[in-house]
């Protein structure tokens, strides 16, 4: 069950920035626990593309970005390229101790 | 090389068990949390259970509790999961993953396919 929403879809042409948000409640993100982003490549796990709200691992081009504000966080993609078409989830901790995700997005480069 | 690997998946009736295992190599568990997260067939991801480093300490999914059971052997450098009275929808990947900190999984397995199904 996730408990974060995510838009199930967002698209965008080569180069453009495209942003997603994620937005969960008192109990979760806007108790200000950390949120953080992967990626999902077709057939693929997951790999973290951000933790701690914003920070990059090592390897993550700084096109990927992302913030959080109250109970939402959000990713932004700038420079949109074919290589990142995939879906993305974020995830964050609530307060009865489970961890939780987003319900995913999809992102489709024109 | 850093990696986890799962096994232990398979076909499995309704109501039956599954023991699932995770090998470490280049890292040693100890140091870490080390959580399941499942994805059923084209869904999202789902949260499963946690370990801590030493294994004395674990949590559970709230739809799962009482199904699973997490452990961890710090001389081998594996962590298992054992599921029990398995339902249909309990058909997943289930992947295991290395918790760098704050929950941030910078690790996952490639996963292994429970399929719950008479």
């Known amino acids: 069950q996730s408990v974060l929403t995510q838009p199930p879809s967002v698209s965008g042409a080569p180069g453009q920035r495209v942003i997603i948000s994620c937005t969960g409640s008192?109990?979760?993100?806007?108790?200000?626990?950390?949120v953080h982003w992967y990626q999902q490549l077709p057939g693929k796990a997951p790999k973290l593309l951000l933790y701690g709200n914003s920070f990059r691992p090592s390897g993550v081009p700084d096109r990927f970005s992302g913030s959080k504000s109250g109970t939402s966080a959000s990713l932004a993609i700038t420079g949109l390229q074919a290589e990142d078409e995939a879906d993305y989830y974020c995830?964050?901790?609530?307060?009865?101790?489970?961890?939780?995700f987003g319900t995913g997005t999809r992102v489709t480069v024109l | 090389e850093v990696q986890l690997e799962e096994s232990g998946g398979g076909l499995v009736q309704p109501g039956g068990s599954l023991r699932l295992s995770c090998a470490a190599s280049?890292?040693?568990?100890?140091?870490?949390?080390i959580h399941w997260v499942r994805q059923a067939p084209a869904t999202g991801l789902l949260w499963v259970a946690r370990i801590n480093g030493d294994g004395s300490l674990s949590n559970y999914a709230v739809s799962m509790r009482g199904q699973l059971a997490i452990s961890k052997d710090n001389a081998k450098n594996t962590v298992s999961l054992q599921m029990n009275g398995l339902r249909a929808d309990d058909t997943a990947i289930y992947y295991c993953?290395?918790?760098?900190?704050?929950?941030?999984?910078?690790?996952w397995g490639r996963g292994t396919m429970v399929t719950v199904s008479s």
């Open positions: 993953v290395r918790d760098r900190g704050g929950s941030a999984y910078d690790l």
């Open positions: 995830q964050s901790f609530d307060n009865n101790f489970s961890e939780v």
């Open positions: 008192s109990s979760n993100i806007g108790a200000h626990y950390e």
């Open positions: 280049g890292f040693t568990v100890r140091d870490y949390w």
